[in-house]
């Protein structure tokens, strides 16, 4: 992509943004050759490295539920800061998910349990893989559980309990995720802003192919196939201009709802006039 982009419109002073999928050491050395500038997301584990930033009470609000601040890189590297980013609706997301996979895991071995008290469960081996199911079920909140099984004379026992440890650590983390970036003159405030650029890119495509019906292209010609996408992209124009429109009336920027009102809006048929056939 890097090679196409720059072959095609030359090595401009751009900055790339990724998601966290493509953070790998090979593509983070092909961004620092020739000091290209980038934004690219972290994998959650990363946030480990930042447990005592995230306690500390020095964010920057940059609005109502979001808060950021700028940390350096772990490694003490110079040439790379992080961005800690905490959403209050990720959060409360998040924590709904863990507790619904919570609740799921420890039913698991509830089941496990009494299945092992009536005799159904005779080895520990048997018990033990179907925990192993079970964790890899329920991953995300995996860390949490400490798990025994014992097993004496014929009879198989399973236990488990909360970490309190891992506990606090997720309750902590929920709702946090962490960026990094080789731009050091920018505010965390701007970085967050250009990053978050990507997903309205990608709000862009789902609605080119969703709302738009971009695709499926059932056309056999190419010159029909270019024909079906300009017409997608000129209704996408026109979805962004409505959206501006809702934004400028105080209506948000989410044409959708405006488009879904519309279509209830329907023609009264006329009033059928009677006639008296004595007339």
């Known amino acids: 992509m890097i090679n196409t982009m720059e072959t095609r419109y030359g090595k401009a002073d751009r900055i790339w943004i990724m998601d966290r999928g493509m953070v790998s050491p090979e593509n983070l050395q092909l961004l620092r050759q020739e000091q290209r500038r980038y934004i690219i997301g ?9 447990e005592t930033e995230l306690q500390q009470a020095d964010w920057q609000k940059i609005r109502d539920g979001l808060e950021v601040k700028i940390c350096a890189a772990p490694d003490g590297a110079a040439d790379e800061i992080f961005i800690l980013c905490r959403s209050t609706a990720r959060q409360a997301k998040e924590q709904a998910i863990h507790e619904r996979f919570r609740e799921r895991l420890e039913t698991g071995l509830q089941r496990l349990q009494k299945s092992c008290a009536s005799g159904r469960v005779k080895e520990a081996q048997t018990a033990e893989r179907r925990i192993g199911r079970l964790l890899e079920q329920n991953s995300r909140v995996a860390a949490l559980f400490k798990i025994t099984v014992t097993a004496d004379n014929g009879a198989v026992q399973v236990n488990w309990s909360i970490q309190d440890q891992q506990k606090t650590w997720a309750q902590l983390s929920e709702g946090c995720y962490a960026l990094r970036s080789n731009i050091k003159t920018w505010t965390a405030e701007e970085l967050w802003q250009a990053y978050i650029q990507l997903t309205e890119a990608e709000a862009a495509f789902r609605i080119q ?17 270019q024909a079906h996408i300009f017409v997608c992209f000129l209704a996408f124009v026109l979805w962004k201009c409505l959206g501006q429109l809702c934004k400028q009336a105080g209506l948000g920027n989410e044409p959708r709802k405006v488009i879904q009102e519309l279509q209830q809006l329907k023609l009264k048929p006329p009033a059928r006039l009677a006639f008296n056939a004595n007339l």
């Open 42 to 50: 972290t994998p959650k584990s990363q946030l480990t490295h930042f």
């Open 209 to 225: 192919k969703n709302d738009l019906k971009l695709r499926p292209v059932w056309h056999q010609k190419e010159k029909r196939v």
